[in-house]
């Protein structure tokens, strides 16, 4: 795709607790900057960029002395306003994505509809509450905040694992590549994949 039609978003978020900027072009190369102030949702959120071949730059100050909440979810919020003004009118693109990722023992599923209606089923159970100094139950915080700011259906799936860093890099780097799928433009496609003419 020609570099004048990628699709690019930029928002800013800013409250009492966080301050939030996101700039994501979903037509990337997988190039990040990523600086939210907690490590391990650093390199997350690599996984997203890389395995998506989404540019992503996240820029996050949040009230982390108190917890690491508001921020995660917060950074949700806006990563999911970015893919909803990114995808724009969503004519061409596929919208289904679903893809299965093996972490050493661990096994991963993501699926995602584009669907304009949000929702989301997460299945996932961590064996260890923190990861690094993050508490894994915010995960699904943030995944929520993905899919309804973003309007998109996301069932996750662990299938099963021992890990916990693996089980849920493992959900990163599925849900990366499930929504490169869904995104993808596909010219045979008329329009919308809806018989409705729009989602």
Request: with cysteine; proline share 1%.
């Amino acid at each position: 795709m020609n570099s004048n039609n990628h699709r690019k978003s930029s928002i800013s978020r800013n409250t009492f607790e966080t301050s939030i900027s996101v700039d994501m072009d979903i037509d990337g190369e997988g190039k990040y900057s990523i600086d939210t102030g907690i490590g391990f949702l650093d390199h997350m959120l690599t996984m997203i960029s890389k395995h998506g071949m989404i540019d992503l730059n996240v820029k996050a100050n949040g009230d982390l002395n108190v917890d690491f909440h508001h921020t995660v979810e917060d950074i949700g919020i806006v990563i999911g306003k970015c893919i909803k003004e990114a995808l724009g009118d969503k004519k061409h693109i596929k919208r289904y994505g679903t893809f299965f990722i093996p972490m050493d023992e661990s096994l991963e599923m993501i699926s995602i509809d584009l669907s304009g209606r949000p929702y989301l089923v997460f299945d996932a159970d961590f064996k260890s509450q923190k990861v690094g100094d993050m508490d894994t139950e915010l995960i699904e915080e943030f995944f929520r905040a993905v899919a309804f700011n973003s309007d998109m259906t996301l069932h996750v799936k662990s299938l099963y694992g021992k890990n916990t860093h693996h089980v849920i890099e493992g959900i990163f780097k599925a849900f990366g590549h499930a929504f490169r799928e869904a995104y993808t433009i596909d010219n045979e496609i008329n329009g919308v994949m809806s018989t409705k003419g729009t989602i």
